[in-house]
């Protein structure tokens, strides 16, 4: 008996007004919910089962043996440094349908009136910090998404570090919801901010820095996303 296909319902910056009609409508005819709270929480009259997505390896499990209709909801585009790319990884291509959604790096740029198209996109999300350092140093426009440990004054730090100051920085903060900030600083000022957990960082460089460490050739190998 074929599998159910897993829908992968990219959200919007605006919640369910930025989905689209016909990813509304795979949403109202699944029996299952899966994403993070903040995604959930976009659906309140969903009448079916809603899952927490907290450890994806429960969440591959769940859907490698469920037959229920599932629909996963991610961030923006899945495809874009999100779950979409876990899922292509683990599960056979014909299950999954995909209905993308404006990213938040898309929506930045467009709020701090910039063009996007000559910009290189970084995450340092549960990854290494030394090769996204190495990628921005290299770059005249960058987009870095961050986590916790890698914050956007931990990144500061790391680019001072180098010498690499010449930057104008856009710290863009919780996209999409009430507290939305956009912060126009520096690199040194970076570094003294405490940021809001939910950000990006955008930099555009103003000028040649100095560097006192320059970019290898390569990645390292910590910087390879893996499935264990």
């Known amino acids: 008996m ?10 919007g910056i605006v919640g369910w007004e930025g989905v689209g009609k ?46 229920k209709r599932v629909v996963v909801l991610g961030s923006g585009d899945p495809n874009f440094f999100g779950v979409g790319r876990f899922l292509l990884r683990n599960l056979p291509k014909e299950r999954i349908e995909i209905f993308p959604n404006v990213t938040s790096v898309q929506y930045a740029f467009a709020r701090i009136k910039e ?11 549960g990854r290494g910090l030394k090769g996204a350092i190495d990628r921005i140093v290299s770059a005249e426009k960058v987009a870095v998404l961050t986590d916790e440990k890698n914050s ?3 990144i500061a730090r790391e680019l001072l570090a180098r010498g690499a100051d010449g930057y104008e920085v856009w710290l863009c903060e919780n996209l999409g919801l009430p507290a939305e900030r956009f912060t126009r600083t520096d690199v040194k000022g970076l570094a003294e901010i405490v940021a809001a957990p939910l950000n990006i ?10 560097l006192t460490q320059y970019p290898v050739i390569g990645i390292e190998d910590e910087q390879f996303a893996t499935v264990k």
Do not use: C
């Open 115 to 125: 063009t996007w198209d000559d910009a290189i996109f970084v995450s340092v999300h």
């Open 22 to 67: 016909k990813a509304l409508e795979v949403v109202g005819k699944a029996e299952v919910l899966i994403g993070h709270q903040r995604h959930l929480d976009i659906f309140p009259d969903f009448k079916g089962e809603k899952q927490v997505l907290d450890d994806l390896s429960l969440m591959l499990d769940f859907l490698r043996n469920t037959d």
């Open 152 to 154: 956007p004054a931990v």
């Open 201 to 210: 960082v955008i930099f555009i460089r103003t000028w040649e820095p100095q």
């Open 2 to 11: 074929p599998q159910q296909k897993i829908y992968l319902v990219g959200a």
